[in-house]
T-cell receptor, first 113, second 114 residues
Framework: DAGVIQSPRHEVTEMGQEVTLRCKPI?????LFWYRQTMMRGLELLIY????????DSGMPEDRFSAKMPNASFSTLKIQPSEPRDSAVYFC???????????FGPGTRLTVT | AQKITQTQPGMFVQEKEAVTLDCTYD???????LFWYKQPSSGEMIFLIY??????QNATEGRYSLNFQKARKSANLVISASQLGDSAMYFC???????????FGPGTRLSVLP
């Protein structure tokens, strides 16, 4: 069975550029989560969706970050404009229901120079 | 305030021995879930085990067991018969029924020695 799919796996971009990260959750999972992991701050929840609806985006650092989930099988996390402090590994995870265990994608390693 | 505390930044264990990774949590909810994840050096996050706050039995999954002490608000992970492949970061996480959705601890780096 396919797990959570994320693309790209690695992204290197220059400061000021737009970055779009993509996620395909596990089929049948109705909750989707975006996380950011850095050495300094650990693993932080950015936003989560339930049935394609954003439920809690309080972890989104600022207006430069936006996330969408147009359908049950696809979500994007966009950073515009990107800054060097956005460099991190971004994980997408999905679960059956908000309370279920989350299954993580392989992550996207973002480097902003 | 820290919701999840993992006091051991790093642990060493001899191969084939058992090891306990500590996790304490803070919540005022009566209904919550506790999770452990493994992150090897390759970077992926692997779900290991789950304990619900109302579960009377400690959760077990193969060589993993969760020592759940509700009154002490601790949910320690026990790995029996350690293997070299167990070397990784281990994260404790909590999902509350209300309030903040899902929070991870800072992690414990486990190194299994041959």
């Amino acid at each position: 069975d396919a797990g959570v799919i994320q693309s790209p796996r690695h992204e290197v971009t220059e400061m000021g550029q737009e970055v779009t990260l993509r996620c395909k959750p596990i089929s049948g999972h109705n909750s989707l989560f975006w996380y950011r992991q850095t050495m300094m701050r650990g693993l932080e929840l950015l936003i989560y969706f339930n049935n394609n609806v954003p439920i809690d985006d309080s972890g989104m650092p600022e207006d430069r970050f936006s996330a969408k989930m147009p359908n049950a099988s696809f979500s994007t996390l966009k950073i515009q404009p990107s800054e060097p402090r956005d460099s991190a590994v971004y994980f997408c995870a999905s679960s059956i229901g908000r309370a279920g265990e989350q299954y993580f994608g392989p992550g996207t390693r973002l480097t902003v120079t | 305030a820290q919701k999840i505390t993992q006091t051991q930044p790093g642990m060493f264990v001899q191969e084939k021995e058992a090891v306990t990774l500590d996790c304490t949590y803070d919540t005022s909810d009566q209904s919550y879930g506790l999770f452990w994840y493994k992150q090897p050096s390759s970077g992926e996050m692997i779900f290991l085990i789950y304990q619900g706050s109302y579960d009377e039995q400690n959760a077990t999954e193969g060589r993993y067991s969760l020592n759940f002490q509700k009154a002490r608000k601790s949910a320690n992970l026990v790995i029996s018969a350690s293997q070299l492949g167990d070397s990784a970061m281990y994260f404790c996480a909590m999902r509350e029924a209300y309030g903040q959705n899902f929070v991870f601890g800072p992690g414990t780096r486990l190194s299994v020695l041959p």
